[in-house]
């Protein structure tokens, strides 16, 4: 790893960086993230080339050089993509799989089919959780907007008695389970247990989702009381489609990737021994990559096939799934080289030594970082990357299980007040057919919700494990 530090601050990158070094870092870190900021809300440049060039201008105002600063970033958006660039591509192949044979909607039309009354938010939220695991946020949106409206049509609710617990639990499976790009990008950032952080970030998903989801839509629906919007519902995927997939190949497909990493925690913690075959073998098989990649196998089999696609069909689906996360992984791989610049430059060291005199407890600071950079940027995966690389330092002490919560920590930050610089702000904004302040008194207070509710779960659970 390139110490640029060394070449900045010291001689002796072991010894402590005194109070001006401590100032210098600091007012360098602030120039950046401003640079960032402003490309990105002011300029409305993409985040890929902010952070790209925020990266730059955090080396040049630490006073770093910049052949040094470039190896940097580099360096960190190559680790990154290698990490979870595969992830995320398998990832998106499942969901447009998922979606384009019918499967998703199969799922929707056989929950619903079982609930209605009061029940119905709670189907929503359901639904939303299980299509949401293999989905980003945006492409689950997409999904299941003609199902919210079409429900609240049907059977006169208020639109966010409906579709709030529907973007609970959309938002909460991208801020806190992997296999979604920011959990995983975290883990790799902090090297934590993917299995224990699955298993963890299921544990506080269920209640942070009922509140922010079912019980908060009581009290949005009184706040703004409006009805699906008049307009032509978007057409869903399987009203082109002859036959498609049954609810329990589906369920099992998009299940199959989870049910494989937790076993995989599970045979590490009961047999704890390396050489063993069966740890060696699921060992393999839990591994986020195979996991994934049998899940989209099985997939082609499963949804592809009983929906009438032939090979090229399939073929296509699984381009037509690759081509829009383009733009995603760039992201993701800047904001590595933006997290490996802060941590050449000693940003992550000043943090450590700064904070060990503090009473803050090292999640809540994890936390407080990540709802900084989300409130600056207005992107979850921005305040995941960047905050990942800022904290790392603090869990090299920490135990397997407090690891996982360190990043369950930063997810929620991640996820506090999206507000107008946040492209999931308009989005539901437009879809619902809200103004900005309906969208600010529903959509915004949820996701504050689910970001103070995980985060306080994620502390009382370090207080017991």
Known sequence: MTRLSVEMLAA?????????????????????????????????????????IGSLALGAFAG??????????????GTTVAGVGVLIALGAILGKLLADSGGADQIVDTILDRAGGRAMPWAMVLIASVVGLPLFFEVGIVLLIPVVLMV?????????????????????????????????????????????????????????????????????ARWVDVQAPDRMLPQRPSE???????????????????????????????????????????????????ALLAAVVVGMFTLGRPAGFSRDRISQTVEKGLTPIAGILLIVGAGGGFKQTLIDCGVGRMILEIS??????????AWLIAVAIRLATGSATVATVSAAGLVAPLAADMSTAHTALLVLAIGAGSLFFSHVNDAGFWLVKEYFGLSVGQTLKTWSVMETIISVVAGGLVLLLSLVI
Not at 188 to 194: E, G, I, K, Q, S
Not at 200 to 207: H, Y
Request: aromatic share 4%; charged share 15%.
């Open 240 to 290: 082109e489609l002859e036959k498609r997939p049954g609810f329990g190949a589906t369920l099992a497909t998009i299940l199959l990737p989870v049910v494989l990493m937790l076993s995989k925690a599970l045979v590490d913690i009961v047999v704890d021994d390396p050489a063993d075959t069966v740890q060696r073998v699921f060992d393999v098989v839990g591994s986020p990559l195979i």
């Open 12 to 52: 002796d990158t072991v010894a402590p960086i005194t109070s001006a070094g401590h100032a210098r870092l600091g007012i360098a870190v602030l120039l950046g993230f401003a640079v960032i900021v402003l490309l990105i809300t002011k300029f409305k440049l993409h985040a890929f080339l902010a952070l790209t």
């Open 356 to 365: 060990k005199d503090w009473s803050i407890p090292a999640l809540l600071l």
């Open 152 to 220: 609240a049509k049907r059977g006169n609710y208020s639109l966010m008695r409906i579709g709030i617990p529907a973007l609970a639990g959309l938002s909460v499976m991208h801020g806190l389970v992997p296999p979604h790009p920011g959990p995983l990008v975290a883990i790799d950032a902090v090297h934590a247990n993917l299995g224990v952080t699955l298993a963890l970030g299921v544990l506080v998903a269920i209640p942070t989702v009922v509140i922010a989801g079912p019980l908060f839509s009581k009290v949005a």
């Open 64 to 77: 770093a050089p910049l052949d040094k600063v470039i190896t940097s970033f580099t360096t960190g958006l």
